[in-house]
């Protein structure tokens, strides 16, 4: 029998690294960047704007599946407004079937004015975008019987109003076939960033999760070389594999066992940086990142010390600012009056 290591003094290695191939494309802080998909979008996402990218973090609300991420960015690039019929009323607030609860609102008005601007803000931000970054979470689909659309959230309605099915990877591969063609004609400046979604959606079995998985992965893969066929500029990114396989034990999820935990959802953004960034820009993430940790201090009472950080805190953002002009869209959001 061979031994598990032959030598004392060889480190142990307890786990199988994941290698991210070489990518023909990079991310900096000059580019603007979209983030669509599961809740680990907002993840990466988060992270992202915590170092001062100029990223716009799932603007048409959470999406799982990859019917619903189609059918809200077809929305997005057509650009058309919501109407008044594509509402409802369920429990006493109104909710759209296209987006997640967060856009729902105690009137038809409100709620249409969340949605009509959720469109319009996606519908610019993916003109400008120099990055699409796309994170599918289950193929779990549930389909309005009315309508015959994929529905972003149930909204609490009664069951017995939906068709739940899964996606075979033909099938999401058919259906996002169709959006890359609409994203390549709309900015053919873009480059697709996809990844499947680590986190487990053990509601419908572990085991159906794991099928899910699968059915993502070939999805991906297959649609990484349709896109490079087209002539588009595509990667895949490995998140999942990551999770599953190099960090590989329950010490790197949340308390709920399915998300990962906020150790794990460093080290993965980590190898994105280490993938997509250059050196240059890991240093200048890393500056805003230490910015971004000063700000969210928060001192104990109004004192002249704390008054004094606050000072140079801002004085510190003004001068990041004048070194790289390229902060601006993010620093606004942050400082909106720095040069005041």
């Known amino acids: 029998m061979k031994a598990l ?41 988060e992270r992202l704007r915590r170092r001062l990218f100029d990223v716009e973090v799932n603007p048409m609300g959470i999406l799982f599946n990859p019917a619903s991420i189609c059918r809200s960015l077809h929305m997005a690039i057509e650009g058309k407004p919501y109407s008044d019929s594509m509402v409802f009323e369920h429990e006493g607030r109104w909710h759209s079937p296209d987006f997640h609860s967060a856009f729902s609102a105690d009137t038809p008005g409100e709620c249409l004015q969340k949605v009509n601007e959720a469109i319009r803000r996606t519908h610019q931000a993916l003109k400008e975008a120099r990055i699409l970054s796309l994170t599918f979470g289950s193929t779990h689909v549930f389909t309005l019987k009315a309508t015959g659309a994929p529905v972003a959230n ?3 309605l009664p069951a017995d109003r939906f068709e739940e099915s899964d996606l075979t990877p033909e099938q999401t591969v058919d259906m996002c076939q169709g959006l890359l063609d609409e994203l390549q004609q709309f900015n053919p400046e873009l480059r697709i960033i996809l990844t499947v979604s680590p986190v487990r959606h053990k509601a419908y079995g572990l085991h159906r999760d794991r099928l899910s998985k699968s059915a993502l992965l070939l999805a991906a893969d297959r649609l990484l070389r349709l896109g490079k066929d087209k002539g588009l500029s595509m990667s895949y990114f490995p998140a999942y594999e990551i999770l599953t396989d190099e960090l590989r034990d329950y010490r790197y999820y949340d308390r709920d066992l399915v998300h990962p935990s906020e150790l794990a959802a460093d080290i993965i953004f980590r190898r ?67 040069n005041d």
């Open 154 to 156: 149930c909204h609490k």
């Open 272 to 338: 994105l940086g280490q993938t997509y960034f250059s050196g240059e820009t890991r240093a200048l993430a890393d500056r805003c990142h230490q910015l971004m940790l000063q700000m969210a201090h928060r001192p104990l009472g109004q004192t002249e010390a704390a008054a004094e950080f606050a000072r140079r805190t801002r004085q510190q953002a003004a001068e990041l600012l004048r070194d790289r002009p390229e902060l601006a869209p993010a620093m606004s959001r942050v400082f909106p009056n720095l």
């Open 5 to 45: 290591n032959d030598s004392f003094d060889r480190p142990l290695q307890l786990s199988t690294p994941v290698e991210t191939e070489p990518q023909g494309f990079g991310i900096s802080h000059s580019d603007k960047i979209v983030t669509v998909g599961s809740c680990f979008a907002d993840t990466v996402g």
